[in-house]
């Protein structure tokens, strides 16, 4: 029986206005894991009402009330870890150390956002009046629209709330429509569960060909203060320009195409198993994942052998196995959008050295790639799954050039074992993260996460997030009676 789910306006499930609802499908078997409501115009109006309303409460409690709401909620996330594995093994697929990995860190960003609450925040400035006191002091927006996507669905979603709300901000969210309750409900449930006020989180989740409309009338609302969207680089660059369009900031998490860089003094084996990782991770549907895999030549034939091996060695299938690192694609229209690359890719040149071939539904194989050409629409394009490309670089300058030949610049990982060259090789990469010693993904909930170029801009986590989602305000107290010219 499938699940069913309405919107949250204002503490309360309600239907959609219009009675309508969508399917929410099972990326493995197909079927369909629930219904959910459709929400129109005039929801979305309905939820922004609540979130104004109960913007001048929120933003006015205590601050140690507000602390122990998001301490509460990390517990009770922690404490739903299975319930969470099955809601993402059915909803996006997820395999369960995926989903493991996304309670933990999304229960860990709740308690980022607890100590964010009470953390020293505004600056004493001197003035230029006598005996006056300057402040530059940090205050909340208001409403704040964000939008979660479905691939790493509880951390994004988690993410896409709890920096707005520990800065004072209610908040509007419409979640991606292929995972609606683990990056948006489920988020909400905790939350509620928790503590939190009614009205000061909202969830609008809506079918897929009104996603465009719901997004544009949800930014367009004045009462709406600021946006923040994790999302394709696509889709990123209209959320960007609806909100410049109404002068309202915004933060943007979008697309990478990042490379993991193996320098000629790396340990080979440890090489192996961090870009194994780093491009098979969740299937590759990470936006940190390693599409681009640089291997000093020096290393190559080793490096190749051992990783055309381990890839070929991970079992692929059902996400809700204990033992398979390759689940299936968000979709099976996904899974065909890869199989279009890696075809493309080997009809221009291109060499399969483990994997390639048709998906099975949703679940394309571990595929790694070798002398694809500039030509290929995979050579730039970011591939979204578990596929990767393997190139080989002769000195330090020429694995620089490489992988900053894309128009994104999210994260890189440089595999060495001496960290002063691999500082220096990373002081030229043109990204908004980068790890030495170590592969491209990874997420920590006090640091700030966001990316360069066309992978966005605006950071994410610890003081970073708070500054995205409030105002620096100047406010002066005069100690004396000033002087004036007339």
Same mark, same amino acid.
């Given at each position: 029986?499938?699940?069913?789910?309405?919107?949250?306006?204002?503490?309360?499930?309600?239907?959609?206005?219009?009675?309508?609802? =969508?399917?929410?499908?099972? /990326?493995?078997?197909?079927?369909?894991?629930? @219904?959910?409501?459709?929400?129109?115009? %005039?929801?979305?109006?309905?939820?922004?009402?609540?979130?104004?309303?109960?913007?001048?409460?929120?933003?006015?409690?205590?601050?140690?009330?507000?602390?122990?709401?998001?301490?509460?909620?990390?517990?009770?996330?922690?404490?739903?870890?299975?319930?969470?594995?099955?809601?993402?093994?059915?909803?996006?697929?997820?395999?369960?150390?995926?989903?493991?990995?996304?309670?933990?860190?999304?229960?860990?960003?709740?308690?980022?956002? !607890?100590?964010?609450?009470?953390?020293?925040?505004?600056?004493?400035?001197? !003035? %230029?009046?006598?005996?006056?006191?300057?402040?530059?002091?940090?205050? /909340?927006?208001? +409403? +704040?629209?964000?939008?979660?996507?479905?691939?790493?669905?509880?951390?994004?979603?988690?993410?896409?709330?709890?920096?707005?709300?520990?800065?004072?901000? =209610?908040?509007?969210?419409? /979640?991606?429509?292929?995972?609606?309750?683990?990056?948006?409900?489920?988020?909400?449930?905790?939350?509620?569960?928790?503590?939190?006020?009614?009205?000061?989180?909202?969830?609008?989740?809506?079918?897929?060909?009104?996603?465009?409309?719901?997004? #544009?009338?949800?930014?367009?609302?004045?009462?709406?203060?600021?946006?923040?969207?994790?999302?394709?680089?696509?889709?990123?660059?209209?959320?960007? @320009?609806?909100?410049?369009?109404?002068?309202?900031?915004?933060?943007?998490?979008?697309?990478?195409?990042?490379?993991?860089?193996?320098?000629?003094?790396?340990?080979?084996?440890?090489?192996?198993?961090?870009?194994?990782?780093?491009?098979?991770?969740?299937?590759? %549907?990470?936006?940190?994942?390693?599409?681009?895999?640089?291997?000093?030549?020096?290393?190559?034939?080793?490096? @190749?052998?051992?990783?055309?091996?381990?890839?070929?060695?991970?079992?692929?299938?059902?996400?809700?196995?204990?033992?398979?690192?390759?689940?299936?694609?968000?979709?099976?229209?996904?899974?065909?959008?890869?199989?279009?690359?890696?075809?493309?890719?080997?009809?221009?040149?291109?060499?399969?050295?483990?994997?390639?071939?048709?998906?099975?539904?949703? +679940?394309?194989?571990? =595929?790694?790639?070798?002398?694809?050409?500039?030509?290929?629409?995979?050579?730039?394009?970011? !591939?979204?799954?578990?596929?990767?490309?393997?190139?080989?670089?002769?000195?330090?300058?020429?694995?620089?050039?490489?992988?900053?030949? =894309?128009?994104?610049?999210? @994260?890189?990982?440089?595999?060495? #074992?001496?960290?002063?060259?691999?500082?220096?090789?990373?002081?030229?990469?043109?990204?908004?993260?980068?790890?030495?010693?170590?592969?491209?993904?990874?997420?920590? /909930?006090?640091?700030?996460?966001?990316?360069?170029?066309?992978?966005?801009?605006?950071?994410?986590?610890?003081?970073?997030?708070?500054?995205?989602?409030?105002?620096?305000?100047?406010?002066?107290?005069?100690? %004396?009676?000033?002087?004036?010219?007339?």
């Amino acid at each position: 029986m499938p699940v069913t789910r309405d919107l949250l306006i204002g503490g309360k499930d309600v239907p959609a206005a219009s009675g309508r609802v =969508t399917e929410d499908l099972s /990326p493995y078997t197909g079927e369909v894991y629930a @219904t959910v409501a459709a929400a129109g115009a %005039q929801d979305v109006s309905r939820a922004v009402d609540a979130a104004d309303a109960a913007f001048p409460a929120w933003a006015a409690l205590a601050p140690f009330a507000r602390r122990a709401i998001f301490l509460r909620a990390a517990d009770l996330l922690d404490g739903r870890a299975e319930d969470v594995a099955a809601l993402m093994a059915h909803e996006a697929g997820g395999t369960r150390p995926w989903a493991y990995f996304n309670v933990g860190l999304a229960a860990n960003i709740f308690r980022e956002a !607890a100590a964010a609450v009470t953390a020293p925040r505004g600056e004493v400035l001197n !003035a %230029q009046e006598e005996g006056a006191l300057g402040l530059a002091v940090r205050e /909340p927006l208001g +409403v +704040v629209a964000a939008f979660a996507p479905w691939n790493a669905p509880v951390i994004l979603g988690a993410r896409a709330v709890a920096a707005p709300l520990a800065a004072g901000n =209610t908040v509007v969210v419409k /979640p991606s429509e292929d995972a609606p309750i683990a990056c948006g409900l489920l988020i909400a449930d905790v939350l509620r569960e928790a503590g939190l006020p009614d009205g000061v989180l909202n969830v609008v989740t809506n079918a897929p060909e009104d996603a465009a409309e719901i997004a #544009e009338v949800l930014i367009a609302d004045p009462r709406v203060r600021a946006v923040n969207f994790t999302g394709s680089t696509g889709v990123g660059r209209i959320i960007g @320009t609806h909100a410049a369009r109404h002068l309202k900031p915004a933060v943007l998490e979008l697309g990478g195409k990042n490379s993991v860089i193996v320098l000629d003094d790396a340990d080979v084996d440890y090489a192996v198993d961090a870009v194994t990782f780093s491009v098979f991770m969740n299937s590759g %549907q990470i936006c940190m994942s390693g599409d681009r895999v640089l291997v000093h030549s020096s290393l190559a034939e080793e490096f @190749t052998g051992k990783l055309a091996a381990k890839v070929a060695s991970l079992r692929a299938g059902d996400p809700s196995h204990p033992h398979t690192v390759v689940g299936p694609l968000v979709t099976a229209a996904a899974a065909q959008r890869v199989a279009g690359l890696v075809k493309d890719a080997v009809a221009k040149g291109a060499s399969v050295l483990t994997g390639g071939g048709e998906p099975e539904g949703a +679940v394309h194989p571990a =595929t790694v790639l070798t002398d694809v050409p500039k030509d290929a629409d995979l050579y730039y394009t970011e !591939a979204f799954g578990p596929v990767c490309v393997l190139e080989t670089f002769t000195d330090d300058a020429e694995a620089v050039a490489v992988a900053n030949d =894309t128009e994104n610049g999210l @994260t890189c990982g440089i595999i060495t #074992e001496n960290a002063t060259r691999g500082l220096q090789v990373a002081r030229r990469i043109r990204t908004g993260i980068v790890h030495i010693n170590d592969q491209s993904v990874a997420d920590e /909930p006090h640091a700030p996460f966001g990316g360069a170029k066309a992978s966005g801009y605006g950071r994410f986590g610890g003081r970073w997030g708070i500054e995205a989602f409030s105002n620096t305000r100047w406010v002066t107290l005069a100690t %004396q009676q000033a002087h004036y010219p007339f």
